[in-house]
């Protein structure tokens, strides 16, 4: 385990950054971390995508599962330990709360087409894929006591059914509604919801949280025969990738290991057992599928082991 340690520090500072958090568990105040952390908001890649997302709501969303889209590298950042105050953020938090839906939940550009029971034009609105998104974000960078903030994850807490949480579209999106049963829950739905629920401290521990992690589970019990809104927990489901961006193991893993609800669970622990097979024997993760739209990043290749999932893996491990 040191030599997996070593390895990661001698990574790009973001990791070392966040292997001193979430591995070496040290303070926020330590002289290292402190020092990792601002060679972070130093290293051009980082600036570049601040730069970017300062351009919100940039390009129109016509697919969830763009990885390439600013809510997806808005959660990046994020995730890496990116927060409000830092250089060039309070500017994208602004345009973001700028877009405030009467519901609460933020709005982000978007066009859904006529064949799926939008408008198709480009408008304003939100999804229950696209909303628990961008306040993730917004309270993993310090808004999660916002008003603001806390009014719409209330909003969308609500939503939530026995089984997880729905399709869910804002009114301006019409009869939009992805190809499922209403009935059924929406797994990537399900996955940002309890993500978001989990940083806001109100809901920690919470009936919501319990519904959407065992709703989670649950759809890992059935993967065989049960694919609600064609959502798939198979073979690509299982395969390494990073950033988290969509419904993948990583992903899954990650949330659930967050709330500690679950963690002596017979179904977590065969999604963890998966995981843990797939590590080298010098304990190190190989991405098995890749975004192409970060490709430039070190995780962007599926050749050689990378230390973003590995650290993704052990952190989860470790929890």
Request: aromatic share 10%; glycine share 6%; proline share 6%.
């Amino acid at each position: 385990m040191h030599e997996i340690i070593d390895w990661l520090l001698e990574g790009p500072s973001w990791i070392e950054y966040r292997t001193r958090l979430d591995l070496l568990s040290q303070d926020e105040e330590e002289e290292d971390v402190v020092e990792s952390r601002m060679k972070m908001l130093n290293l051009s890649e980082i600036k570049s995508l601040i730069a970017e997302l300062q351009d919100w709501p940039g390009s129109v969303l016509t697919s969830h599962k763009n990885a390439g889209h600013l809510i997806h590298k808005l959660t990046f950042l994020a995730d890496l330990g990116i927060r409000k105050n830092d250089p060039g953020v309070e500017e994208i938090i602004e345009k973001i709360l700028e877009h405030r839906s009467s519901q609460g939940p933020f709005e982000v550009l978007m066009n859904i087409p006529v064949k799926f029971g939008g408008l198709g034009t480009d408008q304003f609105a939100w999804a229950l894929c696209d909303a628990p998104v961008v306040l993730y974000s917004l309270a993993r960078m310090g808004l999660q006591e916002d008003a603001r903030v806390l009014g719409a994850a209330e909003y969308l807490a609500k939503l939530i059914r026995d089984n997880g949480w729905p399709c869910v579209a804002s009114p301006e999106l019409g009869s939009f509604r992805g190809p499922g049963r209403r009935e059924d829950p929406c797994p990537y739905a399900t996955l940002v919801m309890t993500k978001l629920l989990l940083e806001i401290p109100e809901f920690l521990g919470s009936t919501e949280v319990e519904l959407g992690v065992e709703s989670l589970l649950s759809l890992w019990e059935r993967r065989r025969d049960y694919h609600p809104y064609i959502f798939y927990m198979g073979t690509d489901f299982c395969k390494l990738k990073s950033p988290e961006i969509w419904f993948d193991i990583l992903h899954v893993l990650d949330v659930v290991s967050r709330s500690s609800l679950k963690s002596d669970d017979r179904r977590f622990s065969e999604m963890k057992d998966i995981v843990a097979t797939k590590q080298t024997p010098s304990g190190r993760f190989i991405p098995e599928s890749i975004w192409m739209a970060w490709k430039g990043w070190e995780f962007g290749q599926k050749k050689e082991p990378s230390r973003w999932p590995t650290l993704q893996a052990l952190k989860i491990l470790k929890r």
